[in-house]
């Protein structure tokens, strides 16, 4: 499997905040979604990622000041990415490598979405879901041979 099949079964939404936005920001857009991360972005392009692994590390640092820290502080710059033609087990690969819950899926310079570890289990689930419903009908269809009564 693809991580372009996995973006496709997890679908299109993509969560962001701009670089100039504080941590109270993010934590609030992270609560009120639902999301681990969100990607950053600067100018237009990805500035990096904040997962709630940086936010909780940046709210020790900071403190009782936690809330105005800018993300910038805060996020992975130069965070692991993915590329859509990248099979399964190399992202499942990196994930573990890098110790990265959440890779972003780039093509060339243009960001995809963002692939969890929970998405990668989900297409796994599916995909072996699928294997095990084509085997049973291939079993229950098995063909008889010929001269067998």
């Given amino acids: ?5 996995i973006l496709a079964i997890k679908g ?14 993010a934590v609030a857009v992270m ?7 969100l990607v950053v972005f ?7 990622l904040l997962t709630f692994r940086e936010v909780l590390v940046a709210t020790q640092k900071a403190g009782a ?3 105005s820290l800018p993300v ?3 996020m992975l710059k130069t965070p692991v990415v993915a590329n859509p033609s990248m099979e399964m ?17 780039m093509d060339d310079t243009m960001l995809m979405g963002v692939v969890s570890f929970h998405d990668v289990a989900k297409a ?8 095990n419903r084509m085997l049973k009908n291939y079993i229950r269809n098995w063909p008889s041979e010929e001269g067998q009564v």
């Fill in 1 to 5: 499997m693809l991580v372009s099949e």
């Fill in 65 to 67: 000041g936690w809330e």
């Fill in 42 to 48: 600067d100018k237009g392009h990805m500035a990096g």
């Fill in 89 to 105: 087990d190399e992202l499942r690969r990196q994930m573990v490598e890098h110790h990265q819950r959440y890779l972003p899926v």
């Fill in 124 to 131: 796994v689930l599916e995909e072996q879901s699928f294997e």
């Fill in 72 to 74: 910038t502080e805060a």
């Fill in 31 to 37: 609560t009120e979604q639902d999301v681990g991360s």
């Fill in 12 to 25: 299109k939404v993509l969560f962001t905040i701009a670089a100039n936005k504080t941590l109270a920001d």
